[in-house]
């Protein structure tokens, strides 16, 4: 580029009195330039402190929860923006304001000259905080953060919202994916406890597998009107039978994956289930593994990489604390991020969509729509196995 390459200039040595009739010299004096200084990267944070309400001598666990989701973010986040500037060169400005997971406060804050003057804008982190930003963030066309929320992109319309996590569409879309393309089976079976919500994952299930160009037969009972015992007169008593599970019902799930394991003997069996049973440590382990049990997921930490192991030790040290699930987030939202704005200063948003990035805890690769603005599209599926989730999609 022309802006790097070295400048020259000639000179001409003037005679002098020893060299008086000596042809003129001409020499060429290469002038480094020195290179362009890096701009000042101005970051908000929006995290839910909560420093107006909670008495922290007398607060009990339930009662920090949020509080030490924003810190433990905002330690992750640090640490990665600290990794960037030593490594890229980066400089930043981080601003840090408490949204008390509170509506109300979300206004005074996109007032705030701090705010309005940022690069970027992380938070805030609550689906309600999102929304009630999303139409400051589209009248200052800042770019906003959503790092934690699950929430579908089309519920903000906002097109300057960067969602990191991902939606209970995009999990349902990977697991269709993953049953048409690996599994292939003769039959999709899927089972409804009746429990309230579970048609946030069933109704863009059946959209879905509806809507393939190979068709798959697909039918859906109801625990209840069906009972338990007889499941199996909906599978297909050759090939595959995938059964879908919606629900995140504790007494649902423990009776029909006990129901669904003593049919393994005589059917094929996979089952595919919500990504929130990864949190559900009531599942019998040896059950799941024999039923052949799948989640799709948004993240896994692989404890036994050096990059997570090196990223724990620096936490310990650096805080005498061990690093929860919200210091992983942060410090990758931290680090892509930061690594585009140390790379690409003011021009970064340009890029955000050329840019993969394999994190500590999940990997991030947006995809943009102009009306709603930047989703994740990377996500994992982990299959039980050896009494614990292993990547396999």
């Given at each position: 580029?022309?802006?790097?390459?070295?400048?020259?200039?000639?000179?001409?040595?003037?005679?002098?009195?020893?060299?008086?009739g000596k042809k003129e010299e001409k020499q060429t004096e290469v002038i480094k330039e020195k290179p362009k200084?890096?701009?000042?990267?101005?970051?908000?944070?929006?995290?839910?402190?909560?420093?107006?309400?909670?008495?922290?001598?007398?607060?009990?666990?339930?009662?920090?929860?949020?509080?030490?989701?924003?810190?433990?973010?905002?330690?992750?986040?640090?640490?990665?923006?600290?990794?960037?500037?030593?490594?890229?060169?980066?400089?930043?400005?981080?601003?840090?304001?408490?949204?008390?997971?509170?509506?109300?406060?979300?206004?005074?804050?996109?007032?705030?000259?701090?705010?309005?003057?940022?690069?970027?804008?992380?938070?805030?982190?609550?689906?309600?905080?999102?929304?009630?930003?999303?139409?400051?963030?589209?009248?200052?066309?800042?770019?906003?953060?959503?790092?934690?929320?699950?929430?579908?992109?089309?519920?903000?319309?906002?097109?300057?919202?960067?969602?990191?996590?991902?939606?209970?569409?995009?999990?349902?879309?990977?697991?269709?994916?993953?049953?048409?393309?690996?599994?292939?089976?003769?039959?999709?079976?899927?089972?409804?406890?009746?429990?309230?919500?579970?048609?946030?994952?069933?109704?863009?299930?059946?959209?879905?597998?509806?809507?393939?160009?190979k068709p798959i037969t697909l039918s859906e009972i109801g625990i209840k009107a069906v009972g338990y015992e007889?499941?199996?007169?909906?599978?297909?008593?050759?090939?595959?039978?995938?059964?879908?599970?919606?629900?995140?019902?504790?007494?649902?799930?423990?009776?029909?994956?006990?129901?669904?394991?003593?049919?393994?003997?005589?059917?094929?069996?996979?089952?595919?289930?919500?990504?929130?049973?990864?949190?559900?440590?009531?599942?019998?382990?040896?059950?799941?593994?024999?039923?052949?049990?799948?989640?799709?997921?948004?993240?896994?930490?692989?404890?036994?990489?050096?990059?997570?192991?090196?990223?724990?030790?620096?936490?310990?040290?650096?805080?005498?604390?061990?690093?929860?699930?919200?210091?992983?987030?942060?410090?990758?939202?931290?680090?892509?991020?930061?690594?585009?704005?140390?790379?690409?200063?003011?021009?970064?948003?340009?890029?955000?969509?050329?840019?993969?990035?394999?994190?500590?805890?999940?990997?991030?690769?947006?995809?943009?729509?102009?009306?709603?603005?930047?989703?994740?599209?990377?996500?994992?599926?982990?299959?039980?196995?050896?009494?614990?989730?292993?990547?396999?999609?």
């Amino acid at each position: 580029m022309a802006s790097c390459s070295p400048k020259t200039r000639s000179t001409t040595n003037l005679p002098s009195a020893s060299n008086q009739g000596k042809k003129e010299e001409k020499q060429t004096e290469v002038i480094k330039e020195k290179p362009k200084e890096k701009p000042e990267m101005v970051i908000s944070l929006l995290l839910p402190f909560e420093l107006n309400v909670i008495n922290y001598k007398v607060a009990k666990k339930q009662d920090l929860t949020k509080a030490e989701l924003a810190i433990d973010f905002y330690q992750g986040y640090k640490m990665a923006l600290d990794s960037v500037a030593k490594v890229y060169g980066g400089k930043f400005k981080l601003q840090v304001y408490d949204a008390k997971d509170n509506v109300s406060s979300v206004g005074i804050l996109a007032n705030k000259a701090g705010v309005k003057n940022s690069d970027l804008i992380i938070g805030p982190v609550f689906p309600s905080g999102i929304k009630a930003f999303s139409e400051y963030s589209k009248a200052m066309n800042k770019l906003t953060v959503s790092p934690l929320a699950a929430t579908s992109s089309e519920t903000f319309n906002n097109p300057n919202l960067i969602s990191i996590n991902n939606s209970i569409e995009q999990h349902v879309a990977k697991a269709v994916d993953f049953i048409q393309s690996n599994l292939k089976p003769k039959k999709i079976v899927l089972i409804r406890s009746g429990q309230e919500g579970e048609y946030k994952y069933a109704v863009p299930f059946k959209k879905a597998v509806s809507g393939l160009a190979k068709p798959i037969t697909l039918s859906e009972i109801g625990i209840k009107a069906v009972g338990y015992e007889n499941v199996f007169k909906s599978l297909s008593p050759v090939g595959l039978n995938v059964i879908v599970l919606p629900s995140t019902d504790r007494n649902f799930l423990l009776s029909i994956t006990k129901e669904l394991d003593k049919l393994t003997g005589n059917f094929q069996i996979v089952v595919i289930g919500h990504p929130d049973w990864e949190r559900m440590n009531f599942l019998d382990g040896y059950i799941m593994q024999n039923i052949n049990a799948y989640i799709t997921s948004s993240y896994k930490i692989d404890y036994k990489t050096s990059r997570v192991d090196d990223f724990v030790k620096s936490y310990r040290n650096k805080f005498q604390l061990e690093p929860g699930e919200f210091a992983f987030k942060g410090f990758d939202v931290g680090y892509f991020l930061g690594k585009l704005m140390a790379e690409k200063g003011k021009d970064y948003a340009d890029f955000l969509t050329k840019e993969e990035y394999k994190g500590l805890h999940n990997n991030i690769h947006l995809k943009r729509d102009l009306q709603y603005g930047y989703s994740n599209k990377e996500l994992l599926v982990l299959k039980y196995a050896d009494f614990q989730l292993k990547r396999v999609y």
